[in-house]
């Protein structure tokens, strides 16, 4: 257990001490060290989940506002652009295809806004995955490798 050490370069013993083996370390020692370790730990992931945070927000902020553009399509400028190309369009066809073709370019431009605020929703449903699948992760590292739970 104890390693007597050879005299130095002056001719004088430096004592005796401890060996450097797993068990010289003091529980609390260990303690201390798997606290500190895990404050570290937890502080960097606090950082990396507020950073994951703030992108998802902004991703559902221009999703809102793709949405809120399609609806604006949809709901305000029915009325008047309804008016105008059927208005137009029957000088030479008759009323009832004039509506129908206004009818359907207003639905074309509606489902481009739709398709693009879906397309900002999916990255970010992804997003939100990946931090999840993470999560389970280093759920499931803490408890095989701190809590020794298999």
């Known amino acids: 257990m104890f ?3 050879p005299a130095d370069g002056n001719g004088q013993r430096s004592g005796i001490r401890p060996k450097d ?3 010289s370390e003091s529980t609390s020692a260990i303690l201390k060290r798997l606290l500190s370790h895990l404050r570290i730990m937890l ?3 606090r950082l990396a989940a507020g950073r994951e945070v703030r992108l998802m927000l902004g991703d559902i902020v221009v999703s809102a506002v793709w949405l809120g553009a399609a609806l ?3 709901v305000f400028a029915v009325g008047l652009a309804m008016a105008t190309i059927v208005l137009a369009l029957s000088l030479i066809l008759p009323p009832w295809a004039a509506a129908l073709a206004g009818f359907v370019g207003l639905a074309v431009v509606a489902a ?3 398709f693009a605020a ?3 929703l999916r990255r970010v449903r992804r997003r939100l995955a990946g931090l999840l699948r ?3 992760e280093e759920a499931r590292w803490a408890k095989v490798e701190i809590l020794g739970i298999k």
């Open 118 to 120: 879906l397309r900002q």
């Open 134 to 136: 993470l999560a389970a």
């Open 112 to 114: 481009i806004a739709l």
């Open 43 to 45: 502080a960097a992931y």
């Open 72 to 74: 604006a399509f949809a």
């Open 21 to 23: 083996t797993p068990g």
């Open 3 to 5: 390693q007597h050490r």
